[in-house]
């Protein structure tokens, strides 16, 4: 039901723009959407108290409910296959941003809203955004809240830290408008970009994204934007309130700007180095800097492209890329991949475990981290944590064995499928509308668990399969 409403804003820019003929698919989507979720209301009166399990299940399949219905428009419109628009609503709801139009350049304005707002609303979570607007018992709340991948809260009623976060979101999206067009960038296209930017999704309004533009001063805009967005809410709330010297004491902080500083001191030697934007330094620093921060923080914005991306970046930039992509962004933030906070919890547990072998049997090593506040890591954090990014790269395994099926290029598949799997949208030309179904059913799927984080999608499989077999 929310959904319908959120189908009808849409109509305000085809009002503006003068593009009458997305009234009726719009209205007919929302009204469907509406219709279905009221059947849904009637349907199941009973209440009940969700158990962690229910949760999950029930978050897993809202995610596919959702976009199934963010799909009509594109495909009532008469502009996408049904398949097509459920692959591009899943791309948008999941903040990944790959897209299934053939020419970005002639896209209206109202479609290209419903794009980037479905990239907004994603950037938060479907069941995030119902936790902040509707009301529920605590216990169900808690539960939803987990059932997304969510783990960190800002207070101790989740339900109050849900529209705290929402406030801060509101706040960052008319942060990031006003920054691009302080850059010069034109009215819509600086909503278009604050929403896909600051949600980390990175749908584009060109083929070729924001190097169309090519303003240096809108890069650093973009670059900006998508860190706050990759960044830990419950640090930015803990910023806002004052306490600005937790954001470098962080953790995450930590492991980004390492990351960023490391990498772009690399790739801008190899761009360099091989001239690949001439013999001007800056220029390459300016190209490698900014590709980099859009794969850290899973974004996806481009400014390199196939075939240049993977034939001048000469392997160890695509590579570094392809790593920065699946590490990706901050927990409890907008962005997708293994995360910082794990990358940075794995990276502390290879340094205790080599000191552990260095001391005295009778030492006690304290092992703790600092995020947010001096956290201690205790065993089950560290093999939580170890199965999380276990499991990751054996789905990515599996995703690019059956991709490489329908495409021998190994590199751009590579690099693809981990573009996919991270909720990034960074793309080598691989997956377009021509692309085979199945490849477009095995991205979708990796859309889709990388946002929920595994865990709910798994569990989900795993009961439909023991449910098949006792029948």
């Keep these: ?21 997305y009234f009726v698919p719009f209205i007919a989507s929302a009204a469907l959407s509406a219709a279905i979720g009221f059947s849904l209301v009637k349907l199941f009166k009973a209440e009940m108290k969700m158990s962690l399990k229910i949760a999950m299940v029930f978050s897993t399949i809202i995610w596919l409910i959702a976009c199934a219905m963010g799909a009509l428009p594109y495909f009532i419109s008469g502009e996408l296959s049904y398949l097509d628009g459920y ?10 941003g790959f897209s299934m139009y053939p020419n970005l350049d002639a896209v209206s304005y109202t479609m290209n809203f419903w794009r980037g707002f479905t990239q ?12 902040a607007v509707f009301r529920s018992t605590g216990v169900d709340v808690m539960r939803l809240y987990l059932a997304e991948g969510r783990e960190e809260r800002l207070v101790p009623s989740i339900k109050h830290s849900t529209r705290i976060i929402v406030y801060i979101y509101l706040f960052f999206t008319a942060i990031a408008i006003s920054l691009f067009l302080l850059a010069g960038m034109p009215v819509f296209d600086s909503i278009f970009h604050a929403f896909t930017a600051l949600s980390t999704g990175g749908f584009g309004m060109r083929n070729t994204s924001l190097l169309f533009y090519n303003s240096v001063w809108i890069e650093i805009a973009a670059m900006i934007i998508m860190m706050i967005g990759a960044t830990n809410f419950a640090l930015h709330y803990t910023v806002l309130k004052g306490k600005w010297k937790e954001y470098f004491k962080d953790i995450e902080t930590k492991v980004a700007y ?7 001191i690399l790739v801008t030697f190899v761009l360099y180095n091989n ?48 790593i920065l992509m699946i590490i990706g962004a901050g927990s409890l933030s907008t962005g997708g991949g293994i995360k910082w906070l794990r990358f940075g919890i794995l990276l502390k547990g290879m340094l205790w475990q080599v000191k552990s072998f260095i001391l005295p049997g009778s030492a006690v090593m304290p092992k703790k981290i600092h995020h947010v506040a001096e956290l201690p ?49 960074l793309g080598s030309g691989i997956i377009t509308h021509s692309s085979p179904v199945p490849v477009k059913l095995v991205f979708i799927v990796n859309f889709w668990i990388g946002r929920l984080e595994i865990w709910p999608v798994l569990l989900l499989l795993v009961i439909s399969v023991n449910n098949i077999a006792r029948r």
């Design 1 to 21: 039901m929310l959904l319908g409403a959120a189908m009808l804003v849409p109509l305000i820019v085809a009002i503006i723009y003068n593009e009458p003929r």
């Design 87 to 96: 692959f591009e609503a899943m791309s948008g709801f999941t903040t990944t």
């Design 120 to 131: 907004w609303i994603g950037g938060l979570g479907i069941i995030f955004l119902l936790l």
């Design 258 to 264: 390492s990351i960023i500083i490391i990498s772009t």
């Design 275 to 322: 001239q690949v934007y001439g013999n001007d330094l800056l220029l390459n620093l300016r190209y490698a800097f900014f590709q980099i921060v859009s794969a850290i923080t899973t974004t996806g914005l481009q400014t390199a492209f196939y075939p240049n991306l993977l034939a001048k970046w000469i392997g160890l930039g695509t590579f570094l890329l392809t």
């Design 377 to 425: 890591v205790g065993d089950d954090v560290l093999r939580i944590t170890g199965a999380f990014v276990f499991t990751y790269f054996v789905i990515y395994i599996i995703s690019v064995v059956i991709v490489l099926i329908y495409y021998n290029d190994i590199s751009r598949v590579i690099f693809e499928v981990a573009s996919a799997l991270s909720n990034v949208g």
